[in-house]
């Protein structure tokens, strides 16, 4: 707002407040890099091109190859930590926003927490059950004192 006056101003405050401009900016910045990218891979290959193709006299076929090696790795380690740093971009754009949504639920998983810890100091009072007619129970127990064998069925029926 008051970029001038103010001496603690820093453009990129708003972006780092917001999870969306976060990730705009750096999808922004991942898009310059891969353009950067295409541009590095093409100096790759037209500079492995050129190095294997300058021969010196007396060079055996394989010289030229290992001269250039050095600069090919070189290039290709660029190459691998650009490919980090794009792929960096994108998770830290991710982590930004789940970084605001645990903010989020953070007060809503204290708030649980706390009516859990509330209704383990004073648990609700159950009413004992009432008691079960008698017939059933001794509908159990005719199922369980019975025979145990087929053999001890006597004047039954097997089922």
Sequence with gaps: MNSNNDPNYSPLRDVAQSPEATARYLADVQRVLLDIGKNLETLAM???????????????????????????????????????????L????????????????????????????????????LHAAPNPPHQSAQNENSRYGGPTSIYDLGKRESA
């Design 46 to 88: 037209e500079t492995r091109v050129h190095l294997r193709g300058t021969n010196v006299e007396g060079d055996r076929w394989y010289h030229a190859r290992l001269r250039a090696m050095p600069v090919e790795k070189a290039l290709g380690n660029v190459l691998r930590n650009l490919n980090n740093l794009t792929e960096g």
């Design 90 to 125: 994108e998770k830290s754009a991710y982590k930004r926003r789940a970084h605001d949504e645990n903010v989020v639920n953070t007060a809503k998983d204290r708030k649980e927490k706390e009516i859990e810890k509330q209704r383990k100091k004073n648990p609700p009072v």
